[in-house]
């Protein structure tokens, strides 16, 4: 996943697609409750919550309303 970084505070600004990717996977999950802990599968394998969201963190996103991965960069300014 491409991140640029913005000049004026050098941090990283991950494009909305990317970070709309990440949290469908996260979120469109089957998630179990067992002993007071959430589970989900990945290939086969049993994961806890906090193991997931280690392994496929979720990007933060400074601007949704910019998607810097589009050509035509006009209307950037919104």
Avoid: C
């Avoid at 990283?12 to 989900?40: C, H, I, M, N």
């Avoid at 086969?44 to 963190?57: A, H, L």
Wanted: proline share 6%; aromatic share 12%; net charge positive.
């Amino acid at each position: 996943m491409g991140t640029k970084l913005k000049s004026k505070t050098n941090v990283p600004e991950t494009p909305v697609s990317d970070y709309l990717k990440a949290r469908d996977f996260r979120d469109q999950r089957v998630w179990r409750l067992r002993k007071g802990k959430l589970y989900t599968n990945v290939d086969g394998e049993d994961i806890v919550k906090e193991d997931f969201d280690r392994r496929f963190p979720v990007p933060k996103v400074s601007f949704f309303y910019r998607a810097l991965e589009n050509p035509d960069k006009t209307k950037n300014y919104l």
